[in-house]
T-cell receptor, first 114, second 110 residues
Framework: DSGVTQTPKHLITATGQRVTLRCSPR?????VYWYQQSLDQGLQFLIQ???????AKGNILERFSAQQFPDLHSELNLSSLELGDSALYFC?????????????FGEGSWLTVV | EDQVTQSPEALRLQEGESSSLNCSYT??????LFWYRQDPGKGPEFLFT???AGEEKEKERLKATLTKKESFLHITAPKPEDSATYLC???????????FGPGTRLSVLP
């Protein structure tokens, strides 16, 4: 158990809908990262937050947004969902701003768009 | 552009048959190289962090080594429970983003 908690574990929704994925980082970790992993695809970095502020942005679509709250938990919002958004979404956390820090992953949220 | 490649893409071993997985990287500076193990449908599990060329880390049947251009994950006398996808990631010196390789899918047959 990495200590990173993600909910929900599984989610099935229809195209055009909006969903929110939730992540609680390990105790004491200030950075939260979001990654997407599709079938036969590697881990794609979406976005990083450090202590409530956006720190780095990857290949995140405009339909997706995220935030980190004062208690350091984070939410990833996915809107106007398309079939191609079906994937495993991972949250990870690290102690500092990520520079040289190891990042620890949660178990992921399976999103299926039908 | 920062890149990470891993080889082989897939590897089948007999139980007890030692082998090595390769991770080659091209980055502008290197803050760290990370190895993870991922079981199907699960989150990547952290194995090792290496920071500088010549560094080695060991854990049970696994040993990770680092040179200036690549890293190796050596698996000694593997068991079926070592079957998983092994991911390599680098953190470039220019920023915080981790760049992940595509992984090596390891199957250890009894």
């Amino acid at each position: 158990d990495s200590g990173v908690t993600q909910t929900p574990k599984h989610l099935i929704t229809a195209t055009g809908q909006r969903v929110t994925l939730r992540c609680s980082p390990r105790s004491g970790d200030l950075s939260v990262y979001w990654y997407q992993q599709s079938l036969d695809q590697g881990l794609q970095f979406l976005i990083q937050y450090y202590n409530g502020e956006e720190r780095a942005k990857g290949n995140i679509l405009e339909r997706f947004s995220a935030q980190q709250f004062p208690d350091l938990h984070s939410e990833l919002n996915l809107s106007s969902l398309e079939l191609g958004d079906s994937a495993l979404y991972f949250c990870a956390s690290s102690r500092g701003d990520g520079s040289g820090n190891t990042i620890y992953f949660g178990e992921g949220s399976w999103l299926t768009v039908v | 552009e920062d890149q990470v490649t891993q080889s082989p893409e897939a590897l089948r071993l007999q139980e007890g048959e030692s082998s090595s997985l390769n991770c080659s990287y091209t980055v502008s500076g290197l803050r760290g190289l990370f190895w993870y193990r991922q079981d199907p449908g699960k989150g990547p599990e952290f194995l090792f962090t290496l920071y500088s060329a010549g560094e080695e880390k060991e854990k049970e049947r696994l040993k990770a080594t680092l040179t200036k251009k690549e890293s190796f994950l050596h698996i000694t006398a593997p068991k079926p429970e070592d079957s998983a996808t092994y991911l390599c990631a680098v953190q470039p010196g220019s920023g915080q983003n981790f760049v992940f390789g595509p992984g090596t899918r390891l199957s250890v047959l009894p």
